[in-house]
């Protein structure tokens, strides 16, 4: 192809309009949402949890999760009598099937969703060299896919183990807290296929969320707190075997 | 002057720098997308790309716009607290248009012993049951109505 300089001359204002469109990137999708105005996380009522393993199916229908990869998933505890710091753990196929019958007689069972703990201090988004995680006004720790180099930093430094490299796109990929769904006045996907409510998305920010009264009159923890992450996932009933 | 009269080196290097530094805030401006650093050190339309994601679980709220009936019954029951799309799968594509894609036909003997085969780990309040002595082999709907379990009468093939 031929371009004669009045050709060019006459392209080169519509290609630099292409490049301002490029540089100004994609209008705001929810208007009528305002980031300040939420501070999300989440409740785990483990006395709720039933194992089902719905949760884990939801967010890989809802997001699209690569087999074999999980943005939340279900461990099973076995815990013998006295022996706290030796728990044994087991979650084929990060409960997406459901789990076997039970493994050793005697002890304590119990159920664990995990998931990100949307950190408000989070050792992930610290860590990457080029400001494609973050975390958002409304407190969700999220990816930029097109910012991404896949350089891992983020999986090594998550103290819960969190993240994971998507073999397709090669980079880090994570629970958004349903970020396209909750911005929507939705809930999110594992919350809306829990059958048993063990699951709560919470908005700190809402007076009215019922999570205030539920942080006020029991005895809620966090995982690791002693690394300091500022984690929002709440977790009810919590075993002090749980790493 | 007779100072400067050797200077033009350094006005040589100076003009070097200058013209590194215009490079570089020129570079700068077109390689830097707009929305960085709008709410921090990230590229602030990011939020709204992954807001942008589609939904594909619809929601409570847009399956009791028209299943009132169904919703009505389920109320009554014990799987009140049991949302339509953990069993019925996701359904976003159904609300949008009711007519094409028609949620499928549900397995109970898959469907039910997800939660209620018995598992130790499972919390005792739970109600659980050994499902291949409990039913002999019968489709739990013989005997329970999915969306209101206790209630036998209810129940449909």
């Known amino acids: 192809m031929n371009i004669s300089r009045r050709h060019f001359l006459i392209l080169l204002p519509a290609a630099a309009a292409a490049w301002d469109c490029v540089l100004a990137g994609t209008p705001e999708a929810a208007p009528n949402y305002t980031l300040t105005k939420h501070w999300w996380g989440m409740l785990v009522d483990i006395?709720?949890?039933?194992?089902?393993?719905?949760?884990?199916?939801?967010?890989?229908?809802?997001?699209?999760?690569?087999?074999?990869?999980?943005?939340?998933?279900?461990?099973?505890?076995?815990?013998?009598?006295?022996?706290?710091?030796?728990?044994?753990?087991?979650?084929?196929?990060?409960?997406?099937?459901?789990?076997?019958?039970?493994?050793?007689?005697?002890?304590?069972?119990?159920?664990?969703?995990?998931?990100?703990?949307?950190?408000?201090?989070?050792?992930?988004?610290?860590?990457?060299?080029?400001?494609?995680?973050?975390?958002?006004?409304?407190?969700?720790?999220?990816?930029?896919?097109?910012?991404?180099?896949?350089?891992?930093?983020?999986?090594?430094?998550?103290?819960?183990?969190?993240?994971?490299?998507?073999?397709?796109?090669?980079?880090?990929?994570?629970?958004?807290?349903?970020?396209?769904?909750?911005?929507?006045?939705?809930?999110?996907?594992?919350?809306?296929?829990?059958?048993?409510?063990?699951?709560?998305?919470?908005?700190?920010?809402?007076?009215?969320?019922?999570?205030?009264?539920?942080?006020?009159?029991?005895?809620?923890?966090?995982?690791?707190?002693?690394?300091?992450?500022?984690?929002?996932?709440?977790?009810?009933?919590?075993?002090?075997?749980?790493? | 002057m007779n100072r400067f009269k050797d200077a033009e080196h350094l006005l040589r290097v100076a003009l070097v720098f200058a013209v590194g530094i215009l490079a570089f805030v020129i570079v700068r401006a077109v390689l830097v997308p707009r929305s960085f650093g709008e709410y921090g050190h990230y590229r602030g339309n990011s939020i709204a790309e992954i807001a942008a994601q589609p939904v594909v679980f619809a929601g409570h709220q847009a399956c009791e716009d028209c299943h009132s009936d169904i919703v009505a019954l389920k109320n009554k029951g014990k799987h009140v607290g049991v949302n339509c799309e953990a069993c019925h799968g996701a359904l976003a594509k159904h609300t949008e248009d009711p007519g094409s894609p028609q949620p499928p036909k549900l397995d109970t003997a898959i469907l039910c012993v997800r939660c209620h085969q018995v598992n130790g780990a499972r919390p005792k309040s739970f109600p659980q049951v050994v499902a291949e002595e409990h039913s002999s082999g019968l489709p739990c709907e013989t005997c329970h109505q999915p969306h209101d379990p206790l209630n036998d009468a209810g129940a449909k093939p």
């Open chain 1, 47 to 243: 006395s709720k949890c039933i194992g089902c393993g719905n949760c884990v199916r939801a967010c890989a229908t809802e997001n699209g999760v690569p087999d074999g990869y999980f943005r939340t998933w279900v461990e099973r505890y076995h815990v013998s009598d006295y022996d706290l710091p030796n728990p044994t753990v087991d979650s084929p196929d990060g409960g997406k099937n459901g789990f076997p019958p039970i493994l050793g007689a005697g002890g304590k069972n119990f159920f664990v969703p995990k998931m990100c703990n949307h950190c408000a201090d989070s050792p992930c988004t610290q860590v990457c060299p080029v400001g494609a995680t973050f975390i958002t006004p409304d407190g969700v720790v999220v990816v930029d896919k097109k910012y991404c180099i896949g350089c891992r930093y983020c999986i090594q430094a998550c103290p819960y183990g969190c993240r994971f490299l998507n073999p397709k796109t090669q980079t880090a990929e994570k629970c958004t807290l349903c970020y396209h769904r909750i911005t929507k006045g939705l809930t999110t996907a594992c919350c809306e296929a829990c059958p048993t409510g063990a699951r709560q998305l919470a908005d700190l920010k809402n007076p009215n969320d019922p999570i205030h009264a539920f942080l006020r009159t029991h005895s809620v923890q966090v995982l690791k707190p002693y690394m300091a992450t500022g984690a929002k996932l709440f977790y009810n009933d919590l075993d002090g075997s749980v790493r």
